[in-house]
């Protein structure tokens, strides 16, 4: 990037990287470089790349967890986004060990539904704080809401209006 480009050319340009190095890499350019101010596009297309990544790392059987494989794809874009503020936060790769451990025990379904009941996730605070609040696990539930109990989706929605407030 050594002559000036334009806000669109660098979206597009993020929109190409292939693997967290070149994100790290390429960030460090945007710094430099004075493009800051689009480094929310760089995180989300991070997501995007880790939660490719975690598809190996879990099995999920739709039929045994009873879910959809849009509902799969949202909950890795979320744990990815969650890891990604966590890996920022700590200045290190950060895994939510808590999260996939409660996946492991109970199931991608019943995880989601436990960790969602809470009155407050500290993961949706960081989410809402780092501008990625379009990953919560609260917004999986209400994108999936057909899975859920309803009265369940009624307390996710009111928790996340509560939120915006």
């Known amino acids: 990037m050594s002559k000036k480009i334009s806000d669109f050319e660098v979206k597009e340009r993020i929109k190409n990287l292939k693997s967290i190095e070149r994100c790290d890499s390429f960030e460090k ?30 099995n999920f059987d739709i039929k045994d967890e009873g879910v959809t494989e849009n509902f799969i794809t949202d909950f890795l874009e979320a744990l990815a986004a969650y890891e990604e503020y966590l890996s920022s936060k700590n200045s290190r790769r950060t ?12 199931g991608l379904k019943n995880a989601i539904i436990k960790t969602t009941s809470k009155k407050t996730t500290q993961g949706s605070d960081y989410l809402f704080e780092a501008g990625l609040d379009e990953f919560t696990l609260e917004k999986v539930v ?24």
């Open 29 to 58: 350019n945007m710094e430099l470089k004075g493009y800051s101010h689009l480094k929310n596009y760089l995180s989300r297309q991070r997501v995007f790349i880790r939660s490719g990544e975690l598809l190996d790392v879990f």
């Open 95 to 106: 895994i939510a060990q808590k999260l996939r451990q409660s996946v492991k025990r109970n």
């Open 142 to 165: 209400l994108d999936n809401h057909e899975l859920f109990e309803d009265d369940h989706v009624e307390f996710v929605r009111d928790k996340l209006n509560f939120n915006k407030k």
